[in-house]
Antibody, heavy 122, light 111 residues
Framework: QVQLQESGPGLVRPSQTLSLSCTVS??????????WSWIRQHPGKGLELIGY???????YYTPSLKSRLNLSIHMSQNQFSLRLTSVTAADSAIYYC??????????????WGRGTMVTVSS | QSMLTQPPSASGTPGQRVTISCSGS????????VSWYQHLPGTAPKLLIY???RRPSGVPDRFSGSKSGTSASLAVSGLQSEDEADYYC????????????FGGGTRLTVL
């Protein structure tokens, strides 16, 4: 079955760049029709889908983060990744990677990583 | 600010049927399908419903979804203590270039 695992630093300094990776097993990131998504949850708040990247490398970014966010696919490592620049405390959150197997819709995510907590602090 | 509106809380006693609503607009729920998620603290969200009323394999049929116009609902029948969790609806908004929206979440308490 498809499994996802996030990796990356738990602590990032303000104004620095947050880089997270999601390793995929049981599927290929280059599979036609697949969306690979990032979702975050601020402490005590709801879920926010911040972006997704299509199997061909085209990406969608939530408007509020578009200027700071970059998603990419790494086929040789079967990973997809997130880079968020100029982070502030407002970027402190649990970050999840996720994907779909039941239907090709980016809001129907049935496979999730366990999530990784990222704190932005000096 | 979420553009899918859910009540912040809902509650019921074991065995009861509880419904959670999700209100959107013509360009969101009115034009797209709705998904529902269950989120327990410390775990990853779980997809309960997709395409308005379809259940992924393994999701009990106690969970059901429906959509009418610009609103959707999740029903939980035969309420159990392990159903106590946060529930989120999700859809897309065509007026926002297909932005994926999550509702603000509803905390379901089993009394």
């Amino acid at each position: 079955q498809v499994q996802l695992q996030e990796s990356g630093p738990g602590l990032v300094r303000p104004s620095q760049t947050l880089s997270l990776s999601c390793t995929v097993s049981g599927a290929s990131v280059s599979s036609g029709g697949s969306y690979w998504s990032w979702i975050r949850q601020h402490p005590g708040k709801g879920l926010e889908l911040i972006g997704y990247i299509y199997y061909d490398g085209s990406a969608y970014y939530t408007p509020s983060l578009k200027s700071r966010l970059n998603l990419s696919i790494h086929m040789s490592q079967n990973q997809f990744s997130l880079r968020l620049t100029s982070v502030t405390a407002a970027d402190s959150a649990i970050y999840y990677c996720a994907t779909h197997t039941v239907t090709p819709e980016p809001h129907a995510l049935d496979i999730w990583g366990r999530g990784t907590m990222v704190t932005v602090s000096s | 600010q979420s553009m899918l509106t859910q009540p912040p809380s809902a509650s019921g006693t074991p065995g009861q049927r509880v419904t959670i609503s999700c209100s959107g607009s013509g360009s969101s729920i009115g034009s797209n399908t709705v998904s529902w998620y269950q989120h327990l603290p410390g775990t990853a969200p779980k997809l309960l419903i997709y395409a308005n009323n379809r259940r992924p394999s393994g999701v009990p049929d106690r969970f059901s979804g429906s959509k009418s116009g610009t609103s959707a609902s999740l029903a939980v029948s035969g309420l159990q203590s392990e159903d106590e969790a946060d529930y989120y609806c999700a859809s897309r908004d065509d007026s926002l270039n297909g932005l994926v929206l999550f509702g603000g979440g509803t905390r379901l308490t089993v009394l």
